[in-house]
């Protein structure tokens, strides 16, 4: 289950990654798993997963 995804932007020194731990701790002890990482890094790993398998077991990472 997919439940969605966000993106934070700003300035440095604005507290994006602050903000971003507390929902991701909020989230895990709601039961959910989360992923913290770049667009840059996301757009890569997705491109690299270019079978299906790979993709697969990619989502699965985003799943409850």
């Given amino acids: 289950l997919f439940i969605g995804y966000f993106n934070i ?3 440095p020194g604005t507290g ?3 903000s971003a731990i507390g ?3 909020k989230a895990c002890e709601a039961g959910y ?3 913290y990482t770049t667009i840059p890094t996301l757009v ?3 491109k690299e997963s270019n ?3 790979k993709l697969r077991a990619y989502e699965r ?3 409850k």
């Fill in 23 to 25: 929902l991701g701790i």
């Fill in 51 to 53: 079978d299906q398998k």
């Fill in 44 to 46: 890569t790993e997705l």
């Fill in 61 to 63: 990472k985003f799943e």
């Fill in 16 to 18: 994006k990654t602050h």
């Fill in 9 to 11: 932007t700003g300035n």
């Fill in 33 to 35: 798993k989360v992923l």
